[in-house]
Structures are given as structure tokens and as C-alpha cells.
T-cell receptor
Framework: GQNIDQPTEMTATEGAIVQINCTYQTSGFNGLFWYQQHAGEAPTFLSYNVLDGLEEKGRFSSFLSRSKGYSYLLLKELQMKDSASYLCAVRDSNYQLIWGAGTKLIIKP | IAGITQAPTSQILAAGRRMTLRCTQD?????MYWYRQDLGLGLRLIHY???????GKGEVPDGYSVSRANTDDFPLTLASAVPSQTSVYFC????????????FGPGTRLLVL
């Protein structure tokens, strides 16, 4: 079966750094996405990795290791507005997105 | 530019009733998708359409139907609602189906009693 695993919830302090991990087992791999979803709102695109390595975009970076079936999202200089759920999704061999249940990130002052 | 709009925003529905959730995009995207999101579960694909005139079944299609008469609209119909269809429904679109980013509508919160 296909499976995406993420921690259910994480807590971090304003101004700090947090790493959200995602491991996956899917039938094929055609890229990995990270989305941010604030409570009661729609998911919005953060990053896309298809090759191994680190993609940096401002305060957010995403890393991929295809051989390990592993990705992480790194958030630096945390702000209160970063409190949200972070969704990991993998595009499988049929080009369908398989979604993790999301990691709820709580930022404390 | 509105992006993707969904209607209604929320709805309470009696079991057994028929309901159509509307989705419209103005980005001229070829592909459109319907997902449901339930607490503790990831987004699950209900139906999708790679281009106008074609539709396909996702992971959880039972009890739902879709149509894609034109590029902009992708309505989702519950023929006879059941309580297990209580969920938040998101419509999404992407320019193509080859790896492009999906953009989401604001969602419809549906409660079936």
C-alpha cells in the first residue's frame, strides 16, 4: 500500500528553527510537495522537490532523499503566523498526489 | 482574478438528500480535482478530470459523481447523502497533470445528519 508518515503535532518557539519530517512508501515517485494549511483555510503551495537535495526559498527549505524515501521541511526564524498544519504529498507513478495527514505546528512566544 | 471559487461555503444536509457542490476556476487550468479532508486523515482524492470532457475515479469515489462540460466548472454531486460524507470538500486545479502545482479553492464544509 501507499503510505505517507508525518508527526501529528510539533511545538516550537518564536524565532527558533523547526524541522518537520516526512517519510513515504509509494508506487513510484514523481515529486514531493509541501503545502501549508492554516486552520479553516485551503492548503497553499510551499515547495516542490523531484531531485535529491535541498531547495531553499526564503525562511523555508525542503530536502529530499529518494533512496531513503524521506523529506523534511525546515522553517527558520519562526513567526507566530507560521502556526499551521504542514502537509506532505507525493506524486505517484500515476501522477496522483498521495497526502500525509499533516503536521500541526504550534508556535509559542 | 478569483482563482478557484466553491459554493456553498457550508451546508447542513439531511441524509438521503441530493446535493451538488460547485467549483469554478478562471485560470484556464486543464486539470481539476475534488478532495475530502477528514480529521486525522490526509486529503483523499474523490474524482479528477485531466481535461474538459473527461473524468476519472480517485481513491474514494463511491457515492459521488462529477462532470466536466467545460474547462472552468467541475461540480461534485452526492446523489443520496449519508452521514459518513460529512467532511470538508476541497476543489483544486492544476495547469496540467505532469507534476504541476495544485491550487485549492476555499472549501465547502458539509454536515450530513
Amino acid at each position: 500500500g501507499q503510505n505517507i508518515d508525518q508527526p501529528t503535532e510539533m511545538t516550537a518557539t518564536e524565532g527558533a528553527i523547526v524541522q518537520i519530517n516526512c517519510t513515504y512508501q509509494t508506487s513510484g515517485f514523481n515529486g514531493l510537495f509541501w503545502y501549508q494549511q492554516h486552520a479553516g483555510e485551503a492548503p497553499t503551495f510551499l515547495s516542490y522537490n523531484v531531485l535529491d537535495g535541498l531547495e531553499e526559498k526564503g525562511r523555508f527549505s525542503s530536502f529530499l532523499s529518494r533512496s531513503k524515501g524521506y523529506s523534511y521541511l525546515l522553517l527558520k526564524e519562526l513567526q507566530m503566523k507560521d502556526s499551521a498544519s504542514y502537509l506532505c504529498a507525493v506524486r505517484d507513478s500515476n501522477y496522483q498526489l498521495i497526502w500525509g495527514a499533516g503536521t500541526k505546528l504550534i508556535i509559542k512566544p | 482574478i478569483a482563482g478557484i471559487t466553491q459554493a456553498p461555503t457550508s451546508q447542513i444536509l439531511a441524509a438521503g438528500r441530493r446535493m451538488t457542490l460547485r467549483c469554478t476556476q478562471d485560470m484556464r487550468h486543464n486539470a481539476m480535482y475534488w478532495y475530502r479532508q477528514d480529521l486525522g486523515l490526509g486529503l483523499r482524492l474523490i474524482h479528477y478530470s485531466n481535461t474538459a470532457g473527461t473524468t476519472g475515479k480517485g481513491e474514494v469515489p463511491d457515492g459521488y459523481s462529477v462532470s466536466r462540460a467545460n474547462t472552468d466548472d467541475f461540480p461534485l454531486t452526492l446523489a443520496s447523502a449519508v452521514p459518513s460524507q460529512t467532511s470538508v470538500y476541497f476543489c483544486a486545479s492544476s495547469e496540467g497533470t505532469g507534476g504541476e502545482t495544485q491550487y485549492f479553492g476555499p472549501g465547502t464544509r458539509l454536515l450530513v445528519l
